[in-house]
T-cell receptor, first 114, second 111 residues
């Protein structure tokens, strides 16, 4: 268990509403990531962070923003949710004790946009 | 464009036999490769990795093979067990920052 908590675990929202997903880690790791998982696409990187206030875009960042004001929390915001953002969202951390380190994932947030 | 591909969406294997899951990649800059296992309603769990300086890495029943010239890696599970039934994702990285995942292969081990 990498000490990652995602909240909420499930969310149903309407098109056009803002949504924020939270990822909380207990071990002060520097690198945190947001992925989405969709059938036929696997896991795709949305945004990642390499420290407080340091974030960068991934392959599918349009329509999403992130914030990291504390080491332990990485927030993903959908400013105006669309049906195409219905997905399962996973947060991940990287321990980075050496140059190549695996990601460790949370249990996901299932988001449905109606 | 998908940089990491898993062309077999599903695989069924008898218990006790070998499971071979395959993965192809296109980016020659990838130097770190991983396999993850995912059960329903859970996050992916790291299984095994290999760096590009090796062509094989073994951990118990799991072995990953890397063929750099073919841009191909495979995961062998021997012997397969019913608890191995899950979706398996391969992933690759060039910088250690961004990881690119395949679309997954659903493995069913038949008792």
């Amino acid at each position: 268990d990498a000490g990652i908590t995602q909240s909420p675990r499930h969310k149903v929202t309407e098109t056009g509403t803002p949504v924020t997903l939270r990822c909380h880690q207990t071990e002060n790791h520097r690198y945190m990531y947001w992925y989405r998982q969709d059938p036929g696409h696997g896991l795709r990187l949305i945004h990642y962070s390499y420290g407080v206030k340091d974030t960068d875009k991934g392959e599918v960042s349009d329509g999403y923003s992130v914030s990291r004001s504390k080491t332990e929390d990485f927030l993903l915001t959908l400013e105006s949710a669309t049906s195409s953002q219905t997905s399962v969202y996973f947060c991940a951390i990287s321990v980075r004790r050496r140059p190549n380190s695996p990601l460790h994932f949370g249990n996901g947030t299932r988001l449905t946009v109606t | 464009d998908q940089q990491v591909k898993q062309n077999s969406p599903s695989l069924s294997v008898q218990e006790g036999r070998i499971s071979i899951l395959n993965c192809d990649y296109t980016n020659s800059m990838f130097d770190y490769f991983l396999w993850y296992k995912k059960y329903p309603a859970e996050g992916p769990t790291f299984l095994i990795s290999i760096s590009s300086i090796k062509d094989k890495n073994e951990d118990g029943r799991f072995t990953v093979f890397l063929n750099k010239s073919a841009k191909h890696l495979s995961l062998h599970i021997v012997p397969s067990q019913p608890g191995d039934s899950a979706v398996y994702f391969c992933a690759a990285s060039a910088t250690g920052n961004q990881f690119y995942f395949g679309t997954g292969t659903s493995l069913t081990v038949i008792p």
